[in-house]
């Protein structure tokens, strides 16, 4: 559930304006993770950081999840893409 809610944040923060007040409401790995999927608002979020005088690097399994959680969410509606279990029939049938 805190994964979910995780996610709703960050994709929250990706359709607003991100200012640095909005980082500084974030969690670490949430500015971490805005860093690293978008390019564009990587200085700000390596900025804000720093300034907490933090490193990604201690919050990797946390932005996994929140990686993870992202994934999930975008194949949704898709048709069921890699998250969908598998159907009866093929390869899998006997395991």
């Known amino acids: 559930m805190r994964t979910a809610l995780l996610a709703v944040v960050v994709v929250a923060a990706c359709a607003t304006e991100v200012t640095p007040a909005?980082?500084?409401?974030?969690?670490t790995a949430e500015v971490?993770?805005?860093g690293l999927s978008d390019a564009g608002k990587r200085p700000m979020a390596m900025e804000e950081v720093a300034r907490r005088q933090d490193s990604c690097e201690?919050?990797?399994d946390e932005i996994a999840r929140?990686?993870?959680s992202e994934r999930r969410a975008s194949s949704v509606?898709?048709?069921g893409g890699a998250g969908a279990p598998p159907t009866s029939g093929g390869m899998m049938k006997g395991y």
């Open 22 to 27: 909005r980082l500084q409401k974030m969690s």
């Open 32 to 34: 971490c993770y805005l």
């Open 58 to 60: 201690k919050h990797k």
């Open 66 to 68: 929140i990686y993870e």
């Open 77 to 79: 509606g898709m048709g």
